[in-house]
C-alpha cells in the first residue's frame, strides 16, 4: 500500500513538473554540419536513421537508401530500393521497409522478404522492430514476423498478431502503428488507441482508463534507460516509469495542437529523452523540455522527421526539405552565444567568483565580451549582462579577492563588479595614455597591471598609489603576459624573452628569438612560455638563475598562438587562430569547429578551468564549455572497415585469402572509418612484410596497381596525426599466381619436353653420329638462344608498361634508384623530370578513352624520341611520365634549355585529337635531395608550381637557383624549333 502510494506520488509530481515545464528555447546554440546533394545525399528527405552494429550510419529518404561510413555518402540498393519509411538495425543486419516491400541487407547482399499479397506496411518510421536476424513489422494485416535463416539463406514471415487478436479486450479490430523490442524480449506496440505489450503470448494493453488519450495513432515509441516506456502520437506525449501503473502526461507546451503525427523518439548518450516539434528539436531534462529551433541554429523550418544519437553519442538529424545534420560535439562541448544573452560574440575573458552557481559549480561564472559583461543565470540557463557605464570591450576579468571582480578595460579603466552588479564609478590608475595589457591578482593578494609603457603593482587591490617595477636592468620595461609561483617569484613575458622577480630582485632575463608572448606557471614552481607563433618553452630555476628547455610544439606549428592555460591535470591547452590544441605531456590533439568548438579563432587569454576540471574557451564566436577535458585523449580509436576489395578493369569483387589469376590489373580497396565524433582521423595502409612505412589511404582507398606474382596482405589501421595514437590493424590477404609459363606444371611439362628431344636426338646420333654432329650442334644453339630470347621478352614485359612501352613505375623507380646510387658514389650531376599532360581528364571526357590511350602513346614516342640512349623514360601512372637524366646539371643554362627545348618539341606537333600541351617539373641530386623519394617529392613540388603558373611550362624546384624562361624567351625558342 504504502509502496503504490509512493508510486502515484511520483507520478503526480512528474506530472506537476511537465504541466510546469516550459517549451522555451534553449540557451546552447547548435553546432551543426549539413549534409545534402554535394556530399552525395541526392534526396534530402529523410525518413529515417539508423547506425548498424559495424558503425555505419543509415539514412532512408523518399528516394532511395543511403549510406554514410565517416568518408562518403553512397546511395545503396538503387535498382530495387525506391522510398524507404523505417530502419531498424540488428547486430550487424540492416531492415529497411517501404510501403509494400521489406528488405534485409546483410554483408553487403540486399534480399527481399515474401509479404502476404497486397500487404501495406505502416508509415511511420517505426514501423519495424529487429534484433539480430528477427524483425517485427506493422501492416494492415497486422503484426508480422519476420525471420532470417542464415544456413540456408532465406528470409519467412508469418503473422504474429491479426488485428483481431490484438483488439480482443476492446471487442474490435485494431491496427497496429509502430512497434519496439524492449530489453527483456517484449515487444510494445501503438495499436489503434492503445499501447499494447507482446511478452510471449501475453497480451497487456494501456488505454484512456490507464492514462493513454484516445483516438491517437502511436507512431513512435522508446525504451529509455531507466527501463520507462515512452511514446508520441499527434499531439500527445506519455511515459510510463512503472508496467503496473498508469502513463504520465509529458505532452510538451504548444504541441497540443500539432497536426502532424510523424516525429521521432531518442535517448542521447547522457540518458536524456529527445523528440521533436513543429519548431524544432525538444530535449527533456527531467522537468521540462527544452526547445532547440532556429534561433539555436536549426535550418528549415525545423520539420525534424528522423534523430538518432550514434555509439560514439554524437547526434544527427533529418529535417525533411533539407538533408541530414549533424550535430558535432553533441554532449561534449556546450556552445553560447549573443543569441543566448551574451552581450557580444566576441569572448575575451572568463571567470568564476562570488556565491550562486550554474552550469558547473560554485559561483557566478562571468564573461568578458566586445560589447560588456555578461554572467550567467543558472535558472534562465541564459546570460545576464552585467550594467556598466562602459559598452565597449572588457579585456579581462580578474578576481579582486572579496567575491567580486575586476573587469578591465583596453583604454585604462577598470570596473569593479560584485553581486551581478557594477560597485562604484570605474577607476584609471594612470590615465587613458597607458592601455592596459594584463592584470594578475598574486597568490599574496597583490595586484599587478601591466600597460604598454610599465608594470605596476598595488598590495591590496587597485586602490591608492601603485609601486612602479623598474624592471631589469638594460631590458624592457613592458611585457605582456606574467604569472607567479608558490615561491613568491612573478615571471613576465615580453618580446625579449621572459623575466623574473622576486622579493623586487630581477633574475637574469631568458631570451627567446620569437619572445615570449603568453605564460603559464605550473604547479610544481616551473613555467611555460610560448611565443605567438608557437615556439614552447619550460623554465624552472637553478638556484637563483632560470633555465630554459625547448619544447617540441608540432601541433603548433603555422597556427598563431592566442592563450595559454595550465589546467588542473598539468596539460597545457594552446587557444589559436585555428582551434584549440591540448599537450598532456606525450600526445597532442588539436580540436576545431568539427569536433564541436564554437568557432576556431579563439581570443587572446580566453582559456579558464573552472572547478570541476571543465574547460571554458572564448572565441570570436562566442563561448564554447568542453564539459570533460579528460575525455579528450581517453577515447580508443576503433579500426577501419573494409567495405569492399575488387580486382580489375571489370571490377570483381575478391574474398579474403582468395587466389586470383596474375595480370597487371589494379586492386581497390574500398574502406571506412565508420566513426563521426573525430574527423581529423586518417587511414594508413602497409603492405605486410614488404613495407615498413605506412603510407596514408586518401578518401579511404587503397588502390594498388602492377603487381608481380606472389602471395599479399594488406593491413589497414586509423590513426589520429595529433597524438599519434593509432587502432589495430584489419588485414586482407589474395594471392597472385604466377602466369601459365612460369608455373610449375609448364615447367615440367617443358622438361620432359626437352628429355624426349635429347633422347631422340641421342639415339639418332647413333645412327648417323658423324653425319649429323654439326648439324646437332647447330640445333642445340638455336634451342639454347630461344630460351635465352624468351628470357629476356618476359624481364621486357614485367618492366615495360602495356599501353606504352615505356619502363613502368616499378621499373623506373629501380633504374632512380641505380641512378642516384651512382651519382651520389661518383659525383655526377643527376635530374628527375616529372611531366604531366595538361588537361588530359578533358581528352577522355571529350574523346573517349581510345582517343586518351593514342595520346599517352604519342607522347611516350615523342617522349623516347627527345632523350638520349642512357636517359630513361617511363610512366608514373595515369598521364604522368618521368624522366631520369644522368648528367644532366639544372645549374647549367644548356642544359635547362635543353629541357625547355624537350618540354617545345613533345608539345609542338598535333596529335590525332590535335595539339596537347605538358607540364614539366624538375629537381636536381644535390643538397637536401640525396634520395630518390625527396628528388621525386620535389620535382612533384615543381610540376605543381608549373600547373599553378598557368601549365605547358617547366618548372624547376627551388633549390636550383634557375627557372624555366621567360614568356618572351619561350616564345623565341618556339619560333625557332617551328622554322623550317
Excluded at 140 to 147: E, F, P, R
Excluded at 337 to 365: C, E, F, K, M, Q
Excluded at 584 to 591: A, D, I, P, R, S
Excluded at 636 to 658: K, N, Q
Amino acid at each position: 500500500m504504502v509502496n503504490a502510494w509512493r508510486h502515484r506520488a511520483m507520478q503526480g509530481a512528474i506530472a506537476l513538473f511537465a504541466a510546469l515545464g516550459v517549451g522555451s528555447a534553449s540557451a546552447e546554440q547548435m553546432n551543426l554540419r549539413e549534409f545534402g546533394q554535394a556530399d552525395g545525399l541526392q534526396n534530402l528527405s529523410i525518413n529515417a536513421l539508423a547506425q548498424d552494429a559495424p558503425g555505419l550510419l543509415w539514412a532512408g529518404t523518399d528516394n532511395g537508401l543511403y549510406r554514410h561510413d565517416g568518408a562518403r555518402i553512397v546511395r545503396v540498393g538503387s535498382s530495387e530500393i525506391r522510398s524507404v519509411t523505417s530502419l531498424a538495425a540488428g547486430g550487424a543486419n540492416l531492415w529497411i521497409s517501404s510501403q509494400s516491400r521489406l528488405w534485409l541487407w546483410r554483408e553487403g547482399r540486399l534480399r527481399s522478404a515474401p509479404l502476404p499479397k497486397d500487404t501495406e506496411i505502416g508509415v511511420y518510421a517505426q514501423s519495424l522492430a529487429a534484433v539480430d536476424d528477427e524483425a517485427w513489422l506493422t501492416t494492415d494485416k497486422g503484426l508480422l514476423h519476420v525471420s532470417f535463416d542464415p544456413t540456408a539463406g532465406t528470409l519467412q514471415t508469418t503473422v504474429a498478431r491479426t488485428p483481431e487478436q490484438l483488439g480482443v479486450r476492446l471487442n474490435r479490430p485494431l491496427q497496429v502503428f509502430s512497434a519496439l523490442r524492449d530489453c527483456d524480449g517484449s515487444l510494445w506496440l501503438g495499436c489503434g488507441e492503445a499501447i499494447c505489450r507482446l511478452r510471449g503470448d501475453v497480451l497487456t494493453q494501456w488505454a484512456v482508463d490507464r492514462g493513454v488519450p484516445d483516438r491517437r495513432e502511436w507512431s513512435s515509441l522508446l525504451q529509455a534507460e531507466d527501463g520507462s516506456i515512452w511514446a508520441r502520437a499527434r499531439g500527445a506525449l506519455i511515459q510510463l516509469v512503472d508496467p503496473a501503473g498508469n502513463f504520465a502526461d509529458r505532452t510538451p507546451p504548444g504541441t497540443r495542437d500539432d497536426a502532424m503525427n510523424q516525429y521521432p523518439l531518442v535517448q542521447d548518450a547522457s540518458g536524456r529523452v529527445l523528440t521533436a516539434s513543429q519548431e524544432g528539436l525538444l530535449r527533456w531534462n527531467g522537468q521540462g523540455w527544452a526547445l532547440f529551433g532556429r534561433h539555436q541554429g536549426l535550418p528549415g523550418d525545423g520539420r525534424l522527421i528522423a534523430l538518432m544519437s550514434d555509439r560514439e553519442g554524437e547526434l544527427w538529424m533529418g529535417l525533411r526539405g533539407t538533408g541530414l545534420l549533424h550535430w558535432q560535439g553533441y554532449g561534449r562541448w556546450v556552445n553560447w552565444s549573443a543569441a543566448d544573452g551574451l552581450p557580444n560574440d566576441v569572448v575575451w575573458s572568463i571567470l568564476r567568483v562570488g556565491g550562486g552557481g550554474g552550469r558547473t559549480g560554485a559561483g557566478d561564472l562571468y564573461v568578458s565580451t566586445g560589447r560588456g559583461v555578461g554572467v550567467f543565470d543558472p535558472k534562465a540557463e541564459r546570460f545576464r549582462q552585467v550594467a556598466l557605464r562602459h559598452k565597449r570591450d572588457i579585456s579581462q576579468l580578474v578576481p579582486d579577492g572579496e567575491g567580486g571582480l575586476w573587469g578591465i578595460t583596453p583604454g585604462g579603466a577598470l570596473h569593479r563588479i560584485r553581486d551581478r552588479r557594477a560597485q562604484g564609478v570605474p577607476i584609471a590608475p594612470r590615465g587613458p595614455e597607458d592601455g592596459f595589457l594584463r592584470a594578475m591578482r598574486a597568490r599574496d593578494g597583490a595586484f599587478w597591471l601591466m600597460t604598454t609603457q610599465q608594470t605596476l603593482r598595488w598590495p591590496q587591490g587597485p586602490v591608492g598609489q601603485p609601486q612602479v617595477l623598474p624592471g631589469p636592468r638594460g631590458q624592457a620595461k613592458s611585457f605582456e603576459d606574467l604569472c607567479d609561483t608558490d615561491d613568491r617569484t612573478v615571471w613576465m613575458a615580453g618580446w625579449q624573452g621572459v623575466a623574473s622577480q622576486r622579493d623586487d630582485v630581477w633574475s637574469p632575463q631568458v631570451p627567446m628569438k620569437e619572445g615570449a608572448g603568453m605564460l603559464a606557471c605550473l604547479a610544481d614552481g616551473t613555467v611555460m612560455a610560448v611565443s605567438g607563433y608557437g615556439e614552447l618553452w619550460h623554465l624552472r630555476r637553478d638556484g637563483s638563475t632560470p633555465k630554459a628547455e625547448r619544447i617540441a610544439s608540432p601541433a603548433l606549428e603555422g597556427r598563431q598562438v592566442m592563450s595559454i592555460l595550465a589546467d588542473s591535470r598539468r596539460w597545457l591547452w594552446f587557444g589559436t587562430d585555428a582551434g584549440l590544441v591540448v599537450w598532456n605531456g606525450t600526445q597532442w590533439k588539436v580540436l576545431d569547429q568539427s569536433h564541436g568548438l564554437i568557432g576556431n579563432d579563439t581570443s587572446g587569454f580566453a582559456l579558464y578551468e573552472d572547478s570541476d576540471s571543465s574547460l571554458w574557451v572564448g572565441t570570436s564566436r562566442g563561448l564554447s564549455h568542453l564539459v570533460d577535458p579528460s575525455a579528450v585523449f581517453a577515447k580508443a580509436i576503433r579500426p577501419p572497415l573494409l567495405l569492399s576489395a575488387l580486382h580489375g578493369s571489370d571490377p570483381r569483387p575478391v574474398r579474403d585469402g582468395e587466389a586470383l589469376p596474375w595480370s597487371q590489373d589494379r586492386f581497390h580497396l574500398l574502406l571506412a572509418p565508420a566513426q563521426f565524433s573525430d574527423p581529423s582521423l586518417r587511414i594508413e595502409y602497409r603492405l605486410a612484410g614488404r613495407d615498413e612505412l605506412w603510407f596514408p589511404a586518401p578518401h579511404a582507398e587503397i588502390e594498388l596497381t602492377g603487381l608481380a606474382p606472389g602471395s599479399y596482405q594488406i593491413e589497414a589501421r586509423s590513426a589520429d596525426p595529433d597524438s599519434g595514437v593509432r587502432s589495430q590493424p584489419i588485414s586482407f590477404s589474395f594471392t597472385l599466381d604466377p602466369p601459365w609459363w612460369a608455373t610449375g606444371r609448364a615447367r615440367a611439362l617443358g622438361l620432359l619436353l626437352l628429355l624426349g628431344l635429347i633422347y631422340g636426338i641421342h639415339r639418332w646420333r647413333r645412327r648417323q653420329w658423324k653425319h649429323q654432329q654439326l648439324r646437332l650442334e647447330a640445333v642445340v644453339r638455336e634451342r639454347t638462344q630461344a630460351l635465352e630470347d624468351s628470357r629476356a621478352q618476359l624481364e621486357v614485359l614485367a618492366s615495360r608498361d602495356a599501353l606504352t612501352g615505356v619502363w613502368n613505375r616499378r621499373a623506373l623507380l629501380e633504374v632512380l634508384d641505380r641512378e642516384v646510387t651512382r651519382a651520389g658514389r661518383e659525383r655526377l650531376p643527376l635530374s628527375v623530370v616529372i611531366i604531366d599532360i595538361d588537361h588530359f581528364k578533358r581528352v577522355n571526357d571529350t574523346y573517349g578513352h581510345p582517343a586518351g590511350d593514342a595520346v599517352l602513346r604519342t607522347f611516350a614516342e615523342r617522349l623516347s624520341g627527345e632523350i638520349r640512349p642512357y636517359d630513361a623514360v617511363g610512366r608514373l601512372g595515369g598521364e604522368e611520365f618521368m624522366l631520369v637524366l644522368p648528367g644532366m646539371d639544372l645549374n647549367e643554362a644548356a642544359d635547362r634549355e635543353r629541357l625547355c627545348r624537350m618540354q617545345v618539341e613533345v608539345n609542338r606537333e598535333p596529335t590525332a585529337i590535335g595539339r596537347v600541351t605538358s607540364s614539366f617539373g624538375a629537381a636536381m641530386f644535390g643538397g637536401a635531395l640525396t634520395t630518390g623519394e625527396t628528388l621525386l617529392e620535389a620535382a612533384d613540388q615543381a610540376l605543381y608550381r608549373a600547373k599553378n603558373s598557368g601549365r605547358n611550362r617547366v618548372a624547376f624546384h627551388e633549390d636550383v637557383p634557375c627557372d624555366s624562361p621567360r614568356a618572351d624567351d619561350r616564345a623565341q625558342l618556339t619560333e625557332r624549333l617551328e622554322a623550317p
